[in-house]
């Protein structure tokens, strides 16, 4: 946003001197000028507003890290569409939600109840796939959230006893089984973070036909502004056409930067939902040796 504000009060102070040049020649009049003058004004204000927040973030960073950052970091990714629209795997297993801290949490206090961690899986969370084609949400977790109002609609069924002691019988007691705080918190645990995966994927889903719509929107926004300024040269039409087509174009190219900043913070989401990814372990750098010929 920082770097789209820097190029509009460029392109506003170079409009500006144009309006200004014409003006003084008795071709602008002052309302042209002053009008001008005022989407001058807000890019610059923009501008200190986003100066300030980025000041703001690095110093949050440096707290975070606990020490000043490095003058040597890599330049930030090109922010584009491959960067946005990188391709989640098909065929993700719904174990990955077992690295999840709080299924690990929610199993510990299983384990402290003297539960039986294997059983309170079987029964309890579902095992599914959870992307189907292309990514997007398969089917099968899709079915967990067909009850009404979009809620949980997995039945457990407890085959194996998940505690030690009483009868047969009544360790396979659904409703007995969940009077016990810990069986029900892991229950609702379980949901949550299939809801939460859900959430993540309908977004995978739909940024990238937003983001394509908005580049469209960016791209009619650009030309119309282009035509309005030719409009206003040749005489035709008057400053406020070309005005509106500024404040248009900004707010096009803004949205388009803020929805693909969201579906960032989308993919980020999905990481999290998914425990870390999408990889079981985290993948050790590669390094590239050449030998000398």
Known sequence: QLELTQRTLASRQESYDLVKRRFDGGVASELDLNQ???LLDTASSDL???????AQALNALVLLVGTPLPADLPEAATFGRDQLLATVPSGLPSDL????????AAENQLKSANANIGAARAAFFPTISLTGLLGVASPSLGDLFKGGQGYWSFSPSITTPLFAGGSIREGLNLAKARDNIAVAQYEQTIQQAFREVSDALAGEATYGAQLDAQRA?????????ELSNLRYTNGIDSYLQVQTAQVDFFNAQLSLVQTGLAALINRVELY???GGGWEEN????????????
């Open 282 to 293: 985290t993948k050790e750098p590669t390094t590239v040796t050449t030998s000398a010929q």
């Open 272 to 274: 999290k939902a998914l």
């Open 97 to 104: 939600l077992e690295r999840r801290p709080d299924i690990l």
């Open 36 to 38: 001008s003058k005022s």
């Open 217 to 225: 929107l960016q791209e009619s926004s650009s030309r119309t502004l």
């Open 48 to 54: 200190a507003q986003l100066a300030r927040a980025r």
